[in-house]
């Protein structure tokens, strides 16, 4: 519990911290207690002592020149403390004081904390911005409250632009959101979006693979799930209380916004694809082939208009490749012409008929040529394999 006495301690020991002189070789450990201390008061009682947040703060900022890791230290104790302490909702309460409407002296201590607390989480992002700290970022973004929190934007674009980067953490943090983010809406959708706006090859060719990691599939179990948990509750199977909550979280899954976020990720994905395939020159096989993958994975979900223009695009692809002459260009030829398999073979193709039938087509009265152009590698007889298994699958669909 915060004491007074606990108040009037930390102004003065802020502006001791605060002084150039407070920081040398010698009082490294009492920095690093107190940054244990601060943490340790802020986390047990947020409400009353979120300003020592600004002891954190004091020791990052002073001992930037004298002791980088003691400064990474305090900066990375700020990310503890507020993965700990922050709410999984966004706080409507910043600016609210500065209006002239009558408000409960409670009202005033929980916006005076809210008002706090989103300027301790945008002074650690500038922070953490500044000293190119990637571990802090990561480490943020894979806490789900802050999904819903101010300012996700801010953080979600910081990791983004290190993982176009290469930086291997911020790139496995973006995965690991895409495989939890069950919402779409929430996390899902912005990511996507913000890859999409990415223009440069070079940064593309590490954020394009995570696009398949993206989950366009959720919409179909929030119904199912959400009456299985309201049957419990009827039936008084489980604590009502309990349930109660859990009916109301999920009613705020809702299917239809669900559905619609799908459908943007879906589109911002595929056409991401498209983009790579139309500069295959400017990306790396394995990014090709991920993006192939991915096109014959999710593309049946496409609305018409789109998955005419993916089939085109994969036959002029598949035909490009194949007369380049590139030892790659049998392998890419093929994973295109599975793609179009895959399409041709979906309901969607099915639903479109011709003009992916014709796309097909075209790939297949070429297809003798790819197989013995892959005959001749070792690697390919997967990929041989595959193409006849594909062949025999859409074999009714094209009437022979």
Request: charged content about 25%.
């Given at each position: 519990?915060?004491?007074k006495?606990d108040a009037h301690r930390?102004?003065?020991l802020?502006?001791?911290?605060?002084?150039p002189?407070a920081?040398?070789?010698?009082?490294?450990?009492?920095?690093?207690?107190w940054?244990?201390?601060?943490?340790d008061?802020?986390?047990s009682?947020?409400?009353?002592n979120?300003?020592?947040?600004q002891?954190?703060?004091?020791?990052?900022d002073?001992?930037?020149?004298v002791?980088?890791?003691?400064?990474r230290?305090?900066?990375?104790?700020?990310?503890?403390v507020?993965?700990?302490?922050i709410?999984?909702?966004?706080?409507t309460g910043?600016?609210?004081?500065k209006t002239?409407?009558?408000?409960?002296k409670q009202a005033?201590?929980?916006?005076?904390?809210?008002t706090?607390l989103?300027?301790?989480?945008?002074n650690?992002?500038?922070?953490l911005k500044?000293m190119?700290?990637?571990r802090?970022?990561?480490?943020?973004?894979e806490?789900a409250?802050l999904?819903?929190?101010?300012?996700?934007?801010r953080?979600l674009?910081?990791?983004v632009s290190?993982a176009?980067?290469?930086?291997?953490a911020?790139?496995?943090a973006?995965e690991?959101?895409?495989?939890?983010?069950?919402a779409?809406?929430?996390?899902t959708?912005?990511?996507?979006?913000?890859?999409?706006?990415v223009?440069?090859?070079?940064q593309?060719?590490?954020?394009?693979?995570?696009?398949?990691l993206?989950?366009?599939?959720?919409s179909?179990n929030?119904?199912e799930?959400?009456?299985?948990?309201?049957?419990?509750l009827a039936s008084?199977?489980?604590d009502t209380d309990?349930?109660?909550?859990?009916d109301a979280g999920?009613a705020?899954?809702n299917?239809?916004?669900?559905?619609?976020?799908?459908a943007?990720?879906l589109?911002e994905?595929?056409?991401?694809?498209?983009?790579?395939l139309?500069?295959?020159?400017?990306?790396p096989?394995?990014?090709?082939?991920?993006?192939?993958?991915?096109?014959?994975?999710?593309a049946?979900?496409?609305?018409?208009e789109?998955?005419?223009e993916?089939?085109?695009?994969?036959?002029?692809?598949?035909t490009?490749?194949?007369g380049?002459?590139s030892?790659n260009?049998?392998?890419?030829?093929?994973?295109?012409a599975l793609?179009?398999l895959?399409?041709?073979?979906?309901s969607?193709?099915?639903a479109i008929?011709?003009?992916?039938?014709?796309?097909?087509?075209t790939?297949?009265?070429?297809l003798?040529k790819?197989?013995?152009?892959l005959l001749s590698?070792e690697?390919?007889?997967?990929l041989?394999?595959?193409?006849c298994?594909?062949?025999?699958g859409v074999d009714?669909t094209?009437?022979g």
């Amino acid at each position: 519990m915060a004491t007074k006495d606990d108040a009037h301690r930390l102004w003065p020991l802020l502006e001791r911290l605060r002084k150039p002189s407070a920081i040398t070789p010698n009082t490294v450990p009492v920095m690093e207690r107190w940054l244990a201390a601060a943490a340790d008061k802020i986390c047990s009682n947020p409400n009353e002592n979120i300003d020592w947040i600004q002891v954190i703060w004091a020791i990052c900022d002073n001992s930037a020149k004298v002791d980088k890791r003691l400064s990474r230290r305090a900066v990375l104790t700020g990310v503890a403390v507020v993965k700990d302490i922050i709410p999984a909702y966004k706080s409507t309460g910043v600016g609210v004081q500065k209006t002239n409407k009558k408000l409960s002296k409670q009202a005033e201590e929980i916006l005076t904390y809210d008002t706090k607390l989103v300027e301790a989480y945008q002074n650690l992002l500038t922070r953490l911005k500044t000293m190119r700290e990637v571990r802090g970022m990561c480490a943020l973004l894979e806490c789900a409250s802050l999904w819903t929190f101010n300012d996700f934007d801010r953080l979600l674009a910081m990791v983004v632009s290190s993982a176009a980067g290469g930086y291997t953490a911020a790139i496995r943090a973006i995965e690991g959101v895409l495989k939890d983010d069950e919402a779409v809406e929430v996390a899902t959708k912005k990511i996507v979006i913000m890859i999409g706006k990415v223009k440069s090859p070079q940064q593309l060719v590490h954020l394009a693979p995570l696009l398949k990691l993206a989950r366009t599939d959720t919409s179909s179990n929030i119904i199912e799930e959400q009456h299985n948990l309201s049957v419990k509750l009827a039936s008084g199977e489980e604590d009502t209380d309990i349930n109660r909550d859990l009916d109301a979280g999920f009613a705020g899954l809702n299917k239809e916004r669900v559905r619609k976020a799908e459908a943007v990720v879906l589109a911002e994905v595929l056409v991401v694809y498209l983009r790579v395939l139309r500069t295959a020159h400017l990306y790396p096989k394995e990014v090709i082939v991920e993006c192939l993958k991915g096109i014959g994975e999710k593309a049946d979900a496409a609305n018409l208009e789109l998955v005419i223009e993916i089939a085109h695009e994969l036959r002029d692809f598949f035909t490009e490749q194949l007369g380049s002459g590139s030892d790659n260009g049998p392998l890419l030829a093929a994973h295109a012409a599975l793609a179009l398999l895959k399409l041709a073979g979906s309901s969607a193709g099915k639903a479109i008929g011709e003009p992916v039938q014709g796309a097909l087509a075209t790939c297949l009265e070429s297809l003798p040529k790819l197989l013995r152009l892959l005959l001749s590698q070792e690697d390919a007889i997967g990929l041989l394999e595959d193409l006849c298994r594909g062949v025999m699958g859409v074999d009714a669909t094209l009437g022979g």
